[in-house]
């Protein structure tokens, strides 16, 4: 059984600075990293996607993958209060992902104005 | 560009009483279909997944079921509710060979 481990936060960041959100997860053979947003009472929406050892940046947001230590993050900068939701890390179930995803619990983000 | 629709957005449902909850994905042809459930305070449940018409795989036993009629349709359903089926119940589609996944708007669901 795959796991995904997450801070549960809250993560309290002024608005303005970075906010890093950690993940780590325990199947070492993991090819394939999401990042997905759920703001309070909304369904998740995949924000980033990460594939290989490094930084992947798109916008405000970067992701960093790390497989040898099994830790993936997610950065934001330049943060804002409309940042504020939940993030949730992702790994399929298998390679080829047809049997859907594993998700970490989440971590609650507040940008405090 | 690829849309998908989940209804109704809530409802509030006597135990015992029946549950279909709707999914259907367009823009795109044979998509692997899941259905999640998030309870309060819990995190995201993969409760079925299908990669394609009448081909249906379960996680977790439970009073749920779940038909692919159609390529793009996906059917949640339960004979009797109980109090531990309420939850956000999730649609989700992801494309043939992909991983990404996306998710629909979300059903409410109260038993009561």
């Known amino acids: 059984q795959k796991e995904v481990e997450q801070n549960s936060g809250p993560l309290s960041v002024p608005e303005g600075a970075i906010a890093s959100l950690n993940c780590t997860y325990s199947?070492?053979?993991?090819?394939?990293f999401f990042w997905y947003r759920q703001y309070s009472g909304k369904s998740p929406e995949l924000i980033m996607s990460?594939?290989?050892?490094g930084d992947k940046e798109d916008g405000r947001f970067t992701a960093q993958l790390n497989k040898a230590s099994q830790y993936v993050s997610l950065l934001i900068r330049d943060s804002q209060p409309s940042d504020s939701a939940t993030y949730l890390c992702?790994?399929?179930?298998?390679?080829?992902?047809?049997?859907?995803?594993?998700f970490g619990k989440g971590t609650h983000l507040i940008i405090q104005p | 560009s690829q849309t998908i629709h989940q209804w109704p957005a809530t409802l509030v449902q006597p135990v015992g009483s029946p549950l279909s909850l709707e999914c259907t994905v367009e823009?795109?042809?044979?998509?692997?279909l899941y259905w999640y459930r998030q309870a309060a305070g819990r995190g995201l449940q993969l409760l079925f997944y299908?990669?394609?018409?009448?081909?249906i795989s379960s996680e977790v036993p439970q009073n749920l079921s779940a038909s692919r009629p159609q390529d793009r349709q996906f059917i949640l359903s339960s004979k009797k509710l109980l109090l531990s089926d309420s939850g956000f119940y999730l649609c989700?589609?992801?494309?043939?060979?992909?991983?990404?996944?996306?998710f629909g708007q979300g059903t409410r669901l109260t038993v009561v």
């Open positions: 992702a790994v399929p179930y298998s390679g080829g992902g047809a049997d859907g995803l594993t």
């Open positions: 823009g795109t042809s044979n998509p692997n």
């Open positions: 299908s990669v394609g018409i009448g081909q």
């Open positions: 990460i594939y290989s050892n």
């Open positions: 989700a589609w992801s494309a043939a060979g992909n991983t990404e996944a996306f």
């Open positions: 199947d070492r053979g993991s090819q394939s």
